[in-house]
């Protein structure tokens, strides 16, 4: 029986002795304190703290003073030691906390004041984190901030950790049990696994090159994808500066048929490209499909009140749909009626009509069955489309 007392008192005198070491610990921080550079807020997070620690040591004694053969008078010098030790850390942390701050010290917390929030914000949630490669660096950073330099206990650390964790993430550390030395080992697989710059690069990689081939509908998409894409590689160190050609010709293959028209009719000259000039061809597109529809859809309903010979000539889907395909974009409908086509300037209509060795007056290819149309330019009365029509047409040499 003395033996197991012993043991018992042993236990309760180290805990005592690393109790009285954090008052120690707390003394001197104290005693170094800078008003000048230090956070008082430190301050007030001790302070707190150290009501629990000397509630802590109270207990312990009064465990030991069981268990020990001491005098009374023993166990009241160690009780006035460090009570004296507590009072004297107090009255010094209040004083420092009192006192008015300097000028400097103002100075270097003007940034703390001035962002605190002159309204209650919403708590943030922890952010949750499914295996997905790209939500990596992001989830990492609000963790670290929130959670991993905290002043809270691994374990409480940790647990947070495996609720923020979802599906392939969770299964990584769904093994480990919680615990001080796992909850590093956790963090050490995570990393591992998704901070693998070769696995990172492909992942980016293959957001812009697997995409479906890119048309007016999704050109606004695709454009997001490949500046979230190469913004990434640059993070990673990845040289996308210098892979104007390659990026061009990758991106100029996905495009269909009407885009690639048009971007080969805006270039001036056959000099190579750089990808500024492309990705600014294309946002100007974005921003013509996105004026278009605008338009349409604010175009009032009774614009296309049918009249009374409009409804004589429409009769069924088969009339009003000729099969027709057009030459620019392979719409199904005429090139005057194109909008790839209308966006473009009188000169580049024209360079477009010869290059497709075209009718300047129907605008339909040059075969056996070609009938030209009757009709002319309603501004000039020439034989070409009024599409066409140039007010000061250059002189033949």
Request: glycine residues 2%; contains cysteine; proline residues 4%.
């Amino acid at each position: 029986m003395e033996t197991e007392q012993k043991e018992k008192l042993s236990i309760l005198i180290k805990r005592r002795g690393t109790i009285k070491g954090k008052i120690t610990r707390m003394t001197n921080y104290i005693n170094n304190f800078n008003k000048e550079t230090d956070d008082l807020n430190e301050i007030k997070a001790r302070s707190t703290d150290l009501q629990k620690v000397m509630e802590d040591y109270e207990n312990v004694q009064s465990s030991i003073e069981e268990y020990a053969t001491a005098s009374d008078r023993e166990y009241e010098e160690e009780r006035s030691s460090v009570e004296t030790k507590y009072y004297s850390l107090k009255s010094s942390m209040e004083r420092l906390l009192d006192s008015p701050i300097s000028n400097s010290s103002q100075h270097s917390n003007k940034n703390y004041y001035m962002s605190s929030p002159l309204v209650k914000l919403p708590q943030l949630e922890l952010p949750t984190f499914h295996g997905e490669l790209k939500e990596w660096p992001t989830f990492k950073n609000l963790f670290t901030c929130a959670v991993d330099r905290s002043n809270i206990p691994t374990l409480q650390k940790f647990q947070y950790l495996k609720t923020a964790l979802k599906g392939e993430a969770a299964g990584l550390v769904s093994s480990l049990l919680i615990s001080e030395e796992n909850y590093s080992k956790a963090l050490e697989i995570l990393t591992t696994r998704y901070e693998n710059k070769t696995i990172i690069v492909n992942h980016h990689l293959k957001n812009f090159i697997n995409y479906p081939t890119i048309t007016k509908s999704n050109l606004k998409e695709y454009l997001t994808v490949l500046q979230q894409s190469l913004d990434s590689l640059k993070a990673l160190s990845i040289p996308v500066d210098t892979w104007d050609v390659v990026i061009i010709f990758l991106i100029t293959q996905k495009l269909d048929n009407s885009l690639r028209a048009a971007w080969e009719i805006n270039r001036k000259d056959s000099s190579i490209p750089t990808l500024t000039e492309l990705l600014e061809f294309l946002n100007l597109r974005v921003t013509a499909y996105e004026l278009i529809n605008d338009r349409v859809q604010e175009k009032p309903q009774q614009y296309f009140k049918p009249t009374h010979k409009v409804t004589h000539l429409t009769t069924s889907p088969a009339t009003t749909m000729p099969n027709v395909q057009c030459t620019m974009c392979q719409g199904q409908h005429y090139l005057y009626k194109c909008p790839t086509f209308l966006e473009l300037t009188v000169d580049k209509r024209i360079e477009f009509i010869k290059s497709q060795m075209l009718c300047y007056n129907c605008l339909q290819p040059f075969n056996n069955k070609h009938k030209c149309s009757r009709k002319r330019c309603y501004i000039c009365n020439g034989r070409h489309h009024s599409i066409i029509h140039m007010e000061n047409p250059p002189r033949k040499q």
